[in-house]
């Protein structure tokens, strides 16, 4: 039976194609998948589809029938068999993505899918819905974890730079002149000098003599105009 799925990545084209061909990081975001081995080409993993009452868990291999970067097409071819039972499953999926409006990117998928077991009884509308449900869900969580990882962090804003220019040096007080007396006034002059005979110490008053007698008075004061 023939499934045709379309999806779209809020992601450029070449980014998408980069992500949606990367088995090993995508795996993770399919419902009920596990990937266990890398072998060269070959993704070895599992599965768990559940349709109606029905659960069948298959086992095998996936590779790359082809994968043009140019043209940003892929196809993939997987096979497998059902665990503890008689079931086989085989898909050849076809992806086609191509850019749509602003970094987006249109997916389109086609799948021939080839059923034997017990999920063979149920017919392609219930085998349909599940596929669509399962894909729902696949590219929700794509959203939620790689391409959330893989989103650029925003610009940091601009650092301005540090200012090292030294600031003015503050200004010099205005310089003062001595101030010019008026016309006509006087100038201060100094003191006199001191007259003969003064005491050689200023600020003291000079010695009362007038309990001396006569000689003393005149020795004392020869000496002190000395």
């Known amino acids: 039976m023939r499934l045709d799925n379309e999806f779209v990545v809020p992601r450029p084209v070449d980014e998408a194609w980069a992500v949606l061909t990367d088995i090993e990081r995508i795996a993770p975001c399919m419902p009920g998948a ?7 080409d070959d993704y070895h993993g599992t599965v768990k589809v559940k349709v109606g009452p029905v659960v069948a868990q298959y ?5 790359f029938r082809e994968r043009d970067a140019d043209r940003h097409h892929a196809v993939l071819e997987a096979t497998g068999k059902q ?3 008689p079931g ?5 999926v076809t992806a086609d993505l ?8 249109r997916v389109t998928v086609s799948t021939d899918l080839s059923i034997a077991g017990p999920l063979a009884q149920f ?8 596929s669509g449900r399962l894909l729902d869900q696949f590219v929700a969580e794509l959203r939620n974890t790689v391409l959330a990882d893989a989103q650029p962090a ?13 600031p003015p040096p503050p200004p010099l007080p205005p310089r003062t002149r001595p101030r010019e007396p008026a016309p006509g006034s006087r ?14 110490r200023r600020g003291h008053p000079p010695p009362d003599l007038a309990h001396l007698t006569p000689v003393r008075v005149s020795y004392l004061r020869g000496g002190l105009a000395a």
């Open 187 to 200: 100038r201060p002059h100094p003191d006199p000098p001191d007259p003969p005979g003064a005491h050689r």
């Open 98 to 105: 191509a850019a749509e409006g602003e970094g987006n990117t």
């Open 83 to 85: 665990s503890g039972g």
């Open 154 to 166: 925003p610009a940091a804003p601009p650092v301005a730079a540090p200012d090292l220019e030294a």
């Open 59 to 63: 086992a095998g291999v996936a590779r």
């Open 88 to 92: 086989r499953a085989s898909a050849l």
């Open 123 to 130: 017919g392609r509308g219930a085998i349909a819905q599940v």
């Open 34 to 40: 596990k990937l266990t081995e890398i072998d060269g």
